[in-house]
């Protein structure tokens, strides 16, 4: 490796903070992981604990924290819709004022941030698949808004701190990203899956599961982010990064019973209001700018991801934090 940094992973305990924290931990680096386990639990990261490169921190980003360090991931925000709807407004100010907080930070330290910004900044999208050139069509007082206006707003400040303040930022919009530690109760759709197959459970798919996703597994996520990070200061982004290949819910579903091999039916259920009806992302920027395109299919991911899932105990996860205010 060229060069050791000190790096901050906000969020470090969730389910791609944790990926990440691993990698970089095994790349030599001094990671601080900071997360107040909202959507998530030190089980994530107890592996790491005792590793003299790895330090985690209990605190909310909503707060200050004066922190001196190279490089910051700023992942920390609930991001299934069940998670992020379970308090709006905590949702909204943990994008905005911790996305302050930490451009402080950066701007104090003279360290790069990155954000993880999302593809929900398009909303239920007119143009498909999706450029980051597509300004989006986001509902602003709808039940996902505290969500997409939150990540909107957190890239509004992560320019704007760019513009004024010289902050070396990078801005990767995430799309729909699985894998072994996704929570078990998080309500997104593979989660739900995997485990209403693998505990004999009927398959909810919401509407008439004709709306697609592009599935991209964390492995090839968290390589798009690093990438990112790491990229000559001349590209900032926003860049898209997530898997092209896209998937009626159906057929996700069906993909599911297939290589669970159980037989749960498939039951419908109302779909949540201003769920997109269609998501994809074009990475031709991507693939330009950081040599990036993800290599595993979904049928591979979906594998690994439900072995996973029958290898842990279910009653040991827990639904978010009731005092999360
Ligand atoms: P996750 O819920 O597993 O991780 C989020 C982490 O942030 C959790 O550990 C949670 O406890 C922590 N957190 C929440 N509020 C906090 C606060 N106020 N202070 C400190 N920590 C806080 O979700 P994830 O899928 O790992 O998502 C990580 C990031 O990637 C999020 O910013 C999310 O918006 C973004 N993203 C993820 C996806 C995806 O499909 N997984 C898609 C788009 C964007
Ligand atoms: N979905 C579903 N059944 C479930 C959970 C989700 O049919 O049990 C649908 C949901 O309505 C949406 C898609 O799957 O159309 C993806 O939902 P998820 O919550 O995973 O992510 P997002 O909507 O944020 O992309």
Redesign the pocket.
Known sequence: MSQINRILVTGGAGFLGSHLCERLVAEGHDVICLDNFFTSQKTNVVHLLGKPNFELIRHDVTLPIFLEVDQIYHLACP????HYQYNPIKTIKTSVMGSINMLGMAKRCGAKILLAST??IYGDPEVHPQPESYRGNVNPIGP?ACYDEGKRAAETLFMDYYRMNKVNIRIVRIF?TYGPRMHPYD???????IR?AITGKD?????D?D?T?AFCYRDDLVEGIKRMMNCSNDFIGPVNIGNPGEFT?RE??ELVIELTGVSSKLVT?P??AD??TR?RPDITLAKAKLDWQPKVPLRDGLAKTIEWFKSIDLSHYRPPTPNYV
Not at 79 to 82: H, L, S
Not at 203 to 207: E, L, N, P
């Open positions: 991001a299934a819709p069940g593809s929900e996902r729909n309500g997104r759709v593979v989660s739900n899956f209403q398959i909810t798919i919401f509407g599961g709306q996703r819910i996700l579903a259920k779909l949540p769920d997109p998501r």
